[in-house]
């Protein structure tokens, strides 16, 4: 049978980690946006597709693993992009992608559909001068076999390209090979080129929320070690503190029961809210691309951007603000955690407050989704055990035999 008072002191644990990772995942957010961490994923993902020999994640994180500047993290994360990739490039240049960027100084999407990938490569290779009812085959075969990009040059421009000899310069090596394989097992159907195009984007994003999983439980843990310095929240001090004290134990369990009452969906919030930044973007995208004119467009995408970022960034603030303000300070208030909470025990008592911070941030790179379901698995194991010893005392109660008076 497992003891309540360790169960108590566990359940206070993952509570507060569950808290301080709701701040941390916020936090997450707003760098996120206001470094366009997923438009530079995504943009490290097309140039890995489109373009050959252009380094690797890998080797980009251990690069920056010892920096704590975010912005650094960024640059070397992209630090290759400058090279001369000309499929990228070309496919970046595109109007469709163009004006699909969350900033103006800075065009890059965060998010595109396989359709938009599929479309944008097709456009690459059979040009912008091909007329209505043409059948584009044949342009595509010639682009691959040629290793040129057609988009924006006329056929004397190609004609120049190919008497200069520089065919094969347009698109890499290893990247024309897999799209002659593909455009092979097409058939030369541009319907089956097109959908095999999507297939291998959509495999391809399937590894970039890899990736950008990663990097986010990396930063969440440089984010959480930030946090556990700034509130005081060591692990190994509050473990002690709900330790000795019974009461302090019981004020806890019950914040965290209300918290889960109060919440009992959280997991399922967390991901409608990220769904919902999705498709204000994608609402965004359609808005843009379904104009008169890409000058419309870009004028557009102007205002709404900026809308949508500042909303998005005042409603991340807002959110960590009532965080901090409302069950985080309680918290901290009943624990007797926080900046002015710091007291000087020796050196020996502040490496062992190092070593508690360090435990909180690898806790809370684990994300608030696994610290809310671990809490709700516990309240309810706590429940159950409840439940079963009050059947017993009343088992107990019914089997007591009545008492007999006696006579003479």
Known sequence: ???????????????????????????????????????????????????????????????????????????????????????????????????????????????????????????????????????????????????????????????????KNELGKDIQKDTLKFLKSIWVDSQADVERFKEQLER????????????????????????????????????????????????????????????????????????????????QVNDLDSTKTNRDSLLNAKNLQSDNENQLLKKKGDSLISQASNLVQGDIKKTSETLGMGINTYQWDGFPGFLKSIFGWLITALALSLGAPFWFDLLNKLMKLRSSIATGKDDDKQQQKGNQLPKINRVG
Do not use: C
Not at 37 to 50: G, N, S, V, Y
Not at 138 to 143: F, H, P, R
Not at 241 to 268: C, S
């Open 200 to 279: 291998w984007f959509n495999e391809t994003m399937d590894r970039v929320s890899g990736w950008y999983k990663k990097y986010t439980q990396f930063i969440l843990m440089l984010i959480g070690l930030f946090i556990a310095i700034i509130f005081n929240v060591d692990t190994l001090e509050i473990v002690s503190k709900l330790e000795k004290d019974p009461k302090l134990r019981e004020q806890i369990v019950q914040q965290a029961d209300a918290f889960v009452k109060a919440h009992p969906n959280l997991e399922k919030e967390l991901l409608e809210e990220k769904a919902n930044n999705q498709k």
């Open 1 to 163: 049978m497992f003891n309540n008072g360790a169960l108590d002191i566990v359940i206070g644990l993952v509570f507060i980690y569950l808290l301080y990772s709701l701040l941390a995942t916020t936090i997450h957010e707003i760098i996120a946006a206001k470094l366009s961490f997923r438009a530079k994923f995504l943009e490290k993902a097309i140039i890995r597709m489109l373009d050959d020999e252009i380094g690797s994640l890998d080797s980009s994180r251990s690069k920056v693993s010892s920096q704590i500047n975010a912005q650094i993290f960024i640059n070397k994360l992209t630090a290759d992009i400058k090279e001369k990739n000309k499929f990228s490039n070309s496919f970046y240049n595109h109007p469709l992608i163009k004006y699909l960027g969350e900033k103006n100084d800075v065009r890059k999407p965060a998010y595109l559909k396989s359709e938009t990938f599929s479309k944008v490569v097709i456009d690459l290779l059979k040009g912008d001068e091909i007329k209505p009812g043409e059948n584009p085959s044949a342009k595509i075969q010639d682009s691959l076999a040629n290793g040129i990009i057609r988009w924006g040059k006329s056929d004397e421009d190609i004609q120049k390209q190919i008497d």
